[in-house]
Structure formats: C-alpha cells, structure tokens
C-alpha cells in the first residue's frame, strides 16, 4: 500500500490520473462531457489526455516499473 504524501504515492497517483484521462477520450459521451474544457480547472483532465494519448508508450513503461517497484522493492 502507498501512502499519498510520499513521492512514490504522488508518482502513483498521477500514472493512474493520465491512463483515467486517456481512457475517458476514448468514450464518446464522456470526451464531450468531461473533456470539452481545454482551461481553466476542467483542462487538467484534457492536458492529462492528452499526455496519456501522445506519450502512451512512455505512460505504459512508467506504470510497468513502478507496478515491478511497488510489488518486489517496496
């Protein structure tokens, strides 16, 4: 278990915030709702998106080592 307030649980945290953001893009009705706003407080979840879409093989490396780190080094 990963406590918030350390910097692998802030790591974490926003891993799961960006793969979240960048699978609600691929839902239609979501990615109206939720991702139409590119400013302001909403565009944290479309900047997130689109990190997640863009970055998607870096994203995917970075969840697998930190899956390999939580599980066997910590």
């Known amino acids: 278990m990963t406590n918030v307030y350390s910097f692998d649980g802030i790591l974490v945290f926003g891993l799961l915030f960006i793969c ?3 699978y609600l893009k ?3 009705r ?3 709702w939720l ?3 590119k400013k302001g407080v909403w ?3 479309y900047k997130a998106a689109v990190i997640g879409t863009r970055l998607h093989v870096g994203v995917a490396l ?3 080592c930190m899956a390999f780190y939580l599980v066997f080094l910590k």
């Open 20 to 22: 979240t953001c960048a």
């Open 26 to 28: 691929k839902v239609p």
């Open 30 to 32: 979501l990615n109206s």
């Open 35 to 37: 991702l139409s706003e």
């Open 43 to 45: 565009g944290v979840f």
């Open 62 to 64: 970075s969840c697998l």
